[in-house]
């Protein structure tokens, strides 16, 4: 089993890396992502240093208030193209976002049976 030094920065290194891909699919410029990243690192070492954590697998996401704002624009009859001007993202980043949000509000896709 790896140390728990080895663990925290495996952990810190796999928050950036999602902030960086998250932040490139929402069409983010290119080093925001990781400055991002190593910011919410930082925080998270300062605000929650010394203390044991735990992270039940199966947790609900909740959605963010930007993805609330796009979905019920959407919903609203809202384009793509219209959300992404709205919104300062790209065409791109607008339907992954709606993919990724639909895919955490149905759960994993289930297998066809027959």
Request: net charge neutral; hydrophobic share 45%; glycine share 8%.
């Given at each position: 089993?790896?140390s728990?030094s080895?663990?925290r920065?495996?952990?810190?290194?796999?928050?950036?890396?999602?902030v960086?891909?998250t932040?490139?699919?929402?069409?983010?410029?290119?080093?925001?992502?990781e400055?991002?990243g190593?910011a919410?690192v930082?925080?998270?070492?300062?605000?929650f240093g010394?203390?044991?954590?735990?992270?039940?697998?199966?947790?609900?996401?909740?959605?963010?208030?930007?993805e609330?704002a796009?979905?019920?624009?959407?919903?609203?009859?809202a384009?793509?193209?219209?959300?992404?001007?709205?919104?300062?993202?790209?065409?791109r980043?607008?339907?992954?976002l709606?993919?990724?949000?639909?895919a955490?509000?149905?759960g994993p896709?289930?297998?066809?049976?027959l």
């Amino acid at each position: 089993m790896s140390s728990m030094s080895d663990r925290r920065a495996a952990l810190y290194a796999h928050i950036i890396d999602k902030v960086i891909e998250t932040a490139a699919e929402l069409g983010l410029a290119g080093d925001l992502g990781e400055h991002l990243g190593a910011a919410i690192v930082d925080a998270i070492a300062q605000d929650f240093g010394g203390q044991v954590l735990s992270f039940p697998k199966d947790d609900a996401y909740r959605l963010s208030r930007r993805e609330q704002a796009i979905l019920a624009a959407r919903s609203q009859g809202a384009s793509i193209h219209e959300l992404a001007r709205q919104f300062g993202m790209t065409e791109r980043g607008i339907a992954k976002l709606l993919k990724r949000v639909f895919a955490r509000q149905t759960g994993p896709e289930q297998p066809r049976l027959l």
